[in-house]
């Protein structure tokens, strides 16, 4: 007989207290085996309605958390000749109820023995030692289960495959939580005898200790108001109490509470409510974390969070606004829709949260945070990774948290870049991925160099990086280095035991199997405490200035941090800022409209726009007119077109005569060749009403070029390769990020257009639609789509917009699309390339890449191809390998002639941009869309006004962004055979 396929038996049912089962309801079931034999085999199948755990002579055998996902167990070496105990710890969460389990033993002679759930065997309600007959309460293959045996899995560790460390570093898993009873944890402390304080995500607590070779973990029986307190994200114990931050459920107020052990029994008799928070969910209140001078309470909280009513004392003004100057769009899919600024927030208290303060804001879901040696705090925060694709996407990221800052997250499409000077930027992107725990390696038994590190937690990649940061300025600069990993390995919370030194770590959360890991390291370098790191000149700065952030208003304190407005470094300037924007503006508001100093009069006019009433407008706009724009560099011209937005945001459209002198002075900068200038001119033009603007962004739009690059690294995406499908999307499909960027900010524009711009603007939308990004792409793109053929009252026209921008796009057959990875080429690098490659190269791939890059829509080439740019047949005559690859990468560095683009400005102060293919006295022809380089328009010649030749190439650069280096050596070794193999 086959082992598994056993004799017939008394029939296998389901078992369980009672018929009437009860939510939350807890079963023990047990059975005594008498064997007169060592089986030489033994295979146990074991499933229940809602999960179990199996104990075989007292040690744990097996576990299940999904009914629909039974377990099989090789139990063989835990069973003996004689007696053998089998017990089943069960609960149920909601609907039937029901345990169901198999043993089959094969005997020495060959044959089997058969133990199956039935009503010979015993159950009680859980630690209540009342056993009676277990009540049968379905046969096996009955409605709803089924025979869901036949669908066992061998039990695996799911908490643990494969953890990968640095070298010197060994993790080992120290304590498997037994899920049933414990939950699944994402939150950790240490009690000042060295043992570790855990909190289940939608559960209750647990200490144990973690110094002996048996390490358990015992509840921690706490209530409140009667009911078992539950559902915490946070733990920290500080100040002879536990802080616990309650997120989950709704047992109770979700908020901050401090529990106290008032009769020193070891146990927290004393549960109070310190500070309520309107929060709940993956995004709301996080992490309790203690100052670096153990004196005060940071408090973490994600952007579903709202702020407490009671907070009063805070170092910056409530000056958070959306501050977008083009209308914003939601996420398609309804995510975090209606969630204004201020966003996820860090705030600080002191041990009985009657003093809140809001540190900083503007962060989308950072779970956790950590302090270095020199005082500093970090966070990790989240990305959205639905907008994976979009020009407003911003990978994970730790941040440098400081006094004041407004990291700009804002919801849908109006996340700020990090260039805006009313915001910072990122400190280190670390790509995909769900932020948990923080920790930094103070008192970590390691290496300097990881002593130093701050600790950061992926919870979807199952990564843990070191970060490594350097005091750069008044800030750090750092790189990530993947520290521990595995797959799967849902990490959760960690920090460095203060008694040993060791790092531990947990894995767990949304009900995930849980684990407690340690990590220890074994090398050969030295461990002693590390020598701190130098605290630099600016740093000390930006530190001064923060304390005036605080400080009533008072001429003193605008005289002492005004001076540094004008600053190099970003984050002392930033704190200058937040000092002078705290003050009463009647002390301050004459300086900043005098202000000659460029850097320090763009602070001091954002600072003004922030605060100041609308009837200032003219003055601000007046002194930001004042600066000289085509003088600076791209960092200062990016502030002040920014301070430009906010003026208009903040106090509304300026007076006609200050819009035309506005127009005249910043239409001439439009195009620049720069995205993110662009971007910015862009919206302030289309926002004046410049009637240049239209016309020139949707040329832009047909051309523009874009630097994609990859989402993260293919070993990392390979951890979750379910999560990483839209990542690994985006970066086969490269969507154009500037060209989503124009279309988007075209949208909502209603003047400027002209029956042939518009057509040009839809037929766009074919080449978006084939991209490729993450769960809002689609809608996004179909978003715009909509709105900007909302605003075609021609209901002729805007039907047949309609079905021209809906055209499907896909390469002809038999043409495949590049394979890369594509990289930001540069001549240099691609000359580079081309002179290492062998001499095999592949023209029939070459041809095919020459055609699917859309290069013959334009080109003509050995008899094929377009007509709207010169004839590369006889390139190889004609161009080195720099030059060639010059007009490929930069092709707007030199602009023939006959193929260069002319810019025709009408009487009523319109442009139309295109290749002139016809003039007459009467009329001039024009081709004005790449995309259907068969259709010209004719302009008038009464209409016109001037004629000039554009300086901006109509050919995009970076088309050949999306090859790898094979691919480029090829297609260019095509392009020089002039089509002939023999060449």
Known sequence: MVLGLPAMQAELNWIWLSHASENGERADFKKKLQLGFNPEKAMLQLTCDNGAELFLNEKKAASNSDWNQPVSVDVTKMLQKGQNDLLVRAINHGGPAGLILRLTLQKPDGSTKVIETGSDWQASPAGQNEWRQAVVVGKYGDHPWGKVLNNASKAENTALTGVQTLPGFESEEIYRVPKIRQGSWVGMTVDPMGRLITCDQNGGFYRGEVTGQEVTFERLRIEYNGKP????????????????????????????????????????????????????????????????????????????????????????????????????????????????????????????????????????????????????????????????????????????????????????????????????????????????????????????????????????????????????????????????????????????????????????????????????????????????????????????????HSAQSSPQAVEEAWPYLSHEDRHVRHAARVAIERQDTGLWRRKALSETVPLAAVEALVALSRTEEKSFQPAILSALHRLRLDSMGKSLKLATLRAYQLCLIRMGQPSTEMTEALIHALSPLYPSRDNDLDRELCQLLLFLGDPRATGRTVHQLLIAGDAHQPVDNAQKLARNSGYAQAAYATHKSRPN???????????????????????????????????????????????????????????????????????????????????????????????????????????????????????????????????????????????????????????????????????????????????????????????????????????????????????????????????????VVDLVSYLLSGGLEQN
């Open 229 to 548: 307190f539950t559902g915490a994200h946070g733990v920290l114990y500080a100040f002879e109490s536990l802080y616990v931050f309650i997120n989950e459920r709704n047992d109770h107020a979700h908020g901050l509470y401090r529990l106290r052990d008032t009769n020193q029994d070891d146990n927290f008799d004393q549960v109070r409510l310190l500070q309520a928070f309107r929060a709940s969910g993956e995004h709301g209140v996080h992490s309790i974390v203690l100052s670096p001078d153990q004196s005060s309470l940071y408090l973490v909280a994600g952007n579903h969070s709202k702020l407490p009513p009671a907070y009063a004392s805070r170092p910056l003004k409530e000056a958070w606004k959306e501050d977008h100057l083009l209308p914003r769009m939601w996420d398609g899919n309804g995510h975090a829709r209606g969630v204004l600024a201020p966003g996820g927030f860090i705030m600080k208290t002191d041990p009985e949260a009657k003093k809140l303060e809001l540190i900083a804001h503007g962060f989308r879901n950072q779970f956790d945070v950590a302090f270095n040696a020199l005082g500093d705090m970090f966070s990790f925060d989240a990305d959205m990774e639905w907008d994976l694709g979009m020009p407003w996407y911003r990978p994970t990221r730790v941040n440098h948290v400081v006094s004041g800052a407004d990291f700009g997250w804002r919801s849908g499409s109006g996340k700020w870049p990090g260039y805006y000077p009313d915001s910072l930027p990122t400190t280190v992107d670390i790509g995909v991925g769900s932020p948990v725990g923080v920790c930094s390696g103070i008192g970590a038994k390691f290496p300097a160099k990881y002593q130093h590190a701050i600790y950061i937690n992926d919870w979807t990649y199952g990564t843990m990086y070191a970060v490594h940061l350097e005091p750069k300025g008044a800030s750090y600069v750092g790189i990530k280095e993947e520290f521990i990993s595995g797959r799967p390995l849902p990490l959760t919370d960690l920090l460095i035991h203060p008694k040993d030194g060791h790092m531990y770590f947990l894995v767990g959360g949304r009900g995930t199997q849980s684990a407690l890991h340690r990590v220890t390291y074994v090398g050969d370098a030295p461990t002693n405490q590390a020598k701190a790191q130098a605290k630099t000149v600016e740093a000390h700065l930006r530190q001064g200035l923060e304390k005036l």
């Open 737 to 967: 990020l500037q060209q989503i960027a124009l279309a988007f900010h075209l949208r909502s524009i209603t003047t400027g257009w002209s029956p042939e711009l518009r057509k040009s603007y839809f037929s766009w939308f074919p080449t978006a639609r084939a991209w490729k990004g993450g769960a809002s792409f689609d809608k996004f793109i179909e978003n715009v789509r909509a709105e900007a053929l909302a605003n075609v009252k021609d209901a002729t026209e805007r039907s047949r917009l309609d079905q021209a921008s809906t055209v499907e796009v896909s390469l002809d057959a038999g043409l495949t699309a590049p394979e890369g990875p594509g990289r930001l080429w540069t001549v240099e690098g691609a000359v580079e390339a081309f002179a290492g490659a062998s001499e095999q190269v592949d023209l029939k791939r070459g041809k095919n890449l020459f055609q699917a890059t859309a290069c013959a829509s334009c080109h003509r080439f050995a008899g094929e191809g377009g007509a709207v740019g010169p004839d590369l047949t006889g390139i190889s005559s004609r161009y080195s390998i720099k030059d060639l690859f010059e007009n490929i990468i930069e092709p707007s560095r030199i602009i023939s002639d006959q193929y260069g683009s002319t810019v025709v400005t009408l009487k009523d102060g319109s442009e139309i941009i295109g290749r002139l293919a016809g003039e007459t006295d009467a009329y001039l022809q024009m081709l004005t869309n790449p995309l259907l380089p068969e259709e010209t328009i004719r302009i008038a010649m009464e209409d016109v006004a001037d004629q000039r030749a554009h300086d901006i190439s109509a050919m995009p650069s970076g088309l050949i962004n999306a090859l790898n280096p094979e691919e």
